[in-house]
């Protein structure tokens, strides 16, 4: 008998102010895998890495010297942990450090110690390096996407790094960097031109960031004679920081030069930045927190949409073929620091809020995959939305890692159509979609659809129907928690985790019963 599988994950925005109603929402889905759209990049399951609290030091590095389990120095759980999401690049070394780091002062057997004013004037041993992070990178079969420094370092020192990095002949930077145990090139899949240049990396005008990066596009190249045509370094041109008109006139110099560059210069992506605050400072707590705190962060969180279709409709006006990606290479919840813990370490707990946080993100990033092609959500460990959290020789996986590993079969998928009655939420002053649900053909040829129950009370009554598919099962995980503030601790790990699903079918259709706020991934066979 022929058999064929669909894995569908589905976000249901569901969230009911009245927890004492007694029947669940019913929700009617449907897909149709005839109308088969763009493909959702596998980049945009990106993520983050900046010196930065314990985000490296601790995090990843423990030196080899550690009694914590490592290899050359990087920690083996943390290393598992990330191949097993198919982590497919991670930004490096940052954020505001970028722009105030120096490449040299991380290579050879002397390192330069400075301090970290960005992030709690700490001190910065560099012992983290150009060859600690590729090395992080192939353990965990990831590609590098490189920030260069164009806030406070020069075209050249950056034309050096990528020399240093990737030149394949006998240069000077060649032999130095075999002689520091690398002498075969390191492949750079991205290249940030710069980062937030608009604030932290130099408060510089559109126009002034525009003729700066105009000469690092030209002089920082790429020598590994592994990466053209299709395989080619992207440059990530630095793009807007959020909805504001000041952003929308950075979108539009960049952009409108960009139609007319000329051979000298050239740029493959425009990088964006949103965090989900609310406010500014970040003032909402990442643990201890009610349901009107659960609705306004994720009411925020859904703002990303109108920010990317704002942005994409700018870039569409210059460049109509979409030839530049939207890189939304910033992004994620931000929360008042943990009490306790250094403010500039950024340290905030992860709920399953963040867990449906990131599946409506991805989601709204997947819909508009003809435009985003790619996202790294901030940041990998220990800092803001982590995937990982560590202490000394413990270490734990969050909610939202789940989150990712669930969404593995949509890395390169083909997006397919889905169409749902989303409904209403209302809880006080948010008011917000019940269901949100994201659908598309893998790689492999399987079908995949998405629902995530926000409602933080209520269970919701799925009938699911895929056009010209006789599905006869299905089965699958669901990720929950008993509390909207729910998070995995060192002591109970297993609180927020996916745990075996399944539905009934019935005339066709596929009967799904969803936990409140979960996450939801079946598979369905014919």
Known sequence: ????????????????SNATIAAAQKVQVSIDPSRPGVKIDRNLFGQFAEHLGHGIYEGIWVGSDSTIPNTRGIRNDVVAALKAIHVPNVRWPGGCFADEYHWRDGIGPQRVVRLNPNWGGVIEPNTFGTHEFMDFIGQIGSEAYVSVNVGSGTPQEASDWLEYMTAAQATTLQKERAANGHPAPYKIALLGLGNESWDCGGNMTPDYYLDRMKVFSRFVRNYNPAQTDKNQMLKIAVGPGG?????????????????????????????????????WPPAYKSVGFGEDEYAQILKSTLEMEDLVKKHSAIMD????????ALIVDEWGSWYAPLPGSNPGFLVQQNSIRDAILAALNINIFARHSDRVRGANIAQMINVLQAMIITDKEKMVLTPTYYVYKMYL????????????DAGTYKHGDSTLPR??????RGKDGKLWLEITNVDPNQTADVELNVTGFATKSASGETLAGPKVDSVNTFEAPNTVVPKPTSARVEGGKVMLKLEPKSVTVVSLEQ
């Open 243 to 279: 909805g504001e008109e000041r952003w929308t006139e950075w979108t539009d110099t960049v952009m409108k030069a960009y139609q007319k560059h000329t051979w000298s210069w050239d740029i493959n992506g425009l990088s964006m930045h949103s965090y989900t605050t609310v406010k």
């Open 1 to 16: 008998m022929f058999l064929r599988t669909i894995l569908v994950v589905v976000t249901l925005f569901g969230l009911l």
């Open 317 to 324: 006006k210059y460049d109509p073929e979409k030839k530049v």
């Open 409 to 420: 079969p949509f890395q390169d998928a083909t997006f397919v159509p889905v169409t749902f």
């Open 435 to 440: 269901i949100d649900a994201l659908a598309a």
